[in-house]
Every structure is written in structure tokens, then in C-alpha cells.
């Protein structure tokens, strides 16, 4: 097997490859196919938590800021992706969505989970028609790719939160009809597969979704425009080995 480095041991190569600069990434991933492989696993991130070589960022959902530049103006309803790192200062743009020219669907899910960032369903901006597009983001290779559709019907106003290492859960939300749903599903980001999970116990519409201590808690519930206070707990079907845990 080629090595990541010639002449040293790969254990001692990693150690090199886990200090790299975080913005230095996708150029390292180009290199050779060794070090990509390794870069974009799961574990090169566990690697870099616990050699304390981490790097802090945030994502913002943005609408683009007004120029007098004497481009066209951006449709007030057209937004991007934002990244700021805390420690540099520095802000940068996310490059768009595949196909989508108007920016990220309206009332989408957006979360982060280990080196990707996921993008879940919303509403169309040009069309304002609900979608189960899923699009996800690997902050190594700096690339979009397209993710296995949302299975079932379209659903809108979902709660969703993922446990920051593979997995993301959906639930609740309602349907085109209004319709208000009790479903929900887990989607495993390294398979790019959806994962059953058992109905919760009543229909919840604009939820919220948290993940602590290895479960995920449904919180809440909108009906006839009245905030219903109440949560459940939901635990995946058939999570793989490890998940769950950082």
C-alpha cells in the first residue's frame, strides 16, 4: 500500500495531516489518492478533536448584502451560505447549491454533522414548491453533492438536528395539504441511506429537534396557530456501531 508519506510511518504521517490549516483541506485532498481517503474518513476528524487541532466554524444562512456595484440586485427572498472562523476572523462564501440559482430553499433544515454540512428539503424559491432534495457539504473537499431524497411525502416545517458525528433526524412538519405529521426518519450522512424510526406519539407541526445523551428529543407543536408545550424522545432503528457517541 502506498504510504501517505514517502519514508515515514503512516502513523507519523497522520500526525502531520491532522495539523494541517483547516482552509488548507480540499488543496490536501488533491495530493494523492491516500491522503484523500483519509482526510474525508469520519476518524481524520476524531484524529484532529483529540490532537486538539480542531478548527471553530460557523455557518449562517445570509441573504447577500446590497452593492451599488451595478449588478443585478438578488431577489429579497434569495439566500446563501456564510462561514466565519472565530479564531482568524475571517469570513468566506460558501459556493451555491447544485441547480439552484436563487439560493437555498425556503425554510430549509441546515445542519452540521462531523465534515459535512446538510441542506434538507424547503421550498423551491423559484417555484415555492415543497421539495425532499437533500444536498450536503464536505468542508474537506469543498464540494457539494446531491444526497438520497427525503422517502414518503414532501414535508415542510420539520424539526431536524443530527448527533454531530453520522446521522441526522427528521420528524414532524406537515404535509402539502397542511396535514400535520407524526412521522419521522433518520438519515445516516456517511450511507447516504434513510433509516426508519418508529412515529412519534402525536402529530407535530413547526417542532423543534435536539440531540443529548445519545437521543434525540422532539420538542413541541404548533396547531391552529397555538404552541403546544410538550417533547418525546426518539432513538433511531439500527444505528450503526458508534453513532451516537463523539
Known amino acids: 500500500m502506498e504510504q501517505l508519506i514517502p519514508g515515514l510511518p503512516d502513523d507519523i504521517a497522520l500526525e502531520c495531516l491532522v495539523r ?3 482552509n488548507h483541506l480540499s488543496t490536501a485532498s488533491l495530493v494523492c489518492p491516500p491522503w ?3 482526510l474525508r474518513h469520519p476518524d481524520f476528524l476524531r ?20 452593492t451599488n456595484t451595478g449588478k443585478a440586485i438578488p431577489p429579497a427572498d434569495s439566500y446563501g451560505l456564510t462561514l466565519y472562523e472565530p479564531d ?3 469570513w468566506s462564501e460558501l459556493p451555491p447549491l447544485p441547480g439552484m440559482n436563487r439560493g437555498l430553499p425556503i ?21 415555492w414548491e415543497s421539495s425532499n432534495a437533500v444536498f450536503v457539504y464536505n468542508v474537506v473537499s469543498a464540494t457539494w453533492r446531491r444526497g438520497a431524497d427525503i ?6 416545517f420539520f424539526g431536524c438536528s443530527s448527533d454531530s458525528d453520522r446521522m441526522v433526524l427528521v420528524a414532524g412538519g406537515h404535509d402539502d395539504d397542511k ?11 456517511a450511507e447516504d441511506d434513510w433509516l426508519p424510526v418508529p412515529d ?3 402529530e407535530r407541526d413547526e417542532c423543534k429537534v435536539v440531540f443529548q445523551r445519545g437521543k434525540f428529543h422532539v420538542i413541541g407543536d404548533m396547531r391552529q396557530r397555538h404552541r403546544v408545550d410538550s417533547r418525546e424522545a426518539l432513538k433511531p432503528l439500527m444505528l450503526p456501531a458508534g453513532s451516537g457517541t463523539l
Open 20 to 22: 494541517l490549516p483547516y
Open 36 to 38: 484523500k481517503l483519509h
Open 47 to 66: 484524529h484532529r478533536k483529540a490532537a486538539g487541532f480542531t478548527t471553530n466554524i460557523i455557518v449562517m444562512a445570509q441573504s447577500p448584502p446590497q
Open 88 to 90: 482568524s476572523g475571517s
Open 107 to 127: 425554510h430549509c433544515g441546515l445542519v452540521g454533522v462531523g465534515l459535512d454540512l446538510v441542506v434538507i428539503g424547503g421550498y423551491d424559491p423559484e417555484t
Open 151 to 156: 422517502p414518503g411525502v414532501r414535508r415542510s
Open 179 to 189: 396535514n400535520a405529521l407524526r412521522s419521522a426518519l433518520a438519515y445516516d450522512v
Open 200 to 202: 412519534m406519539s402525536m
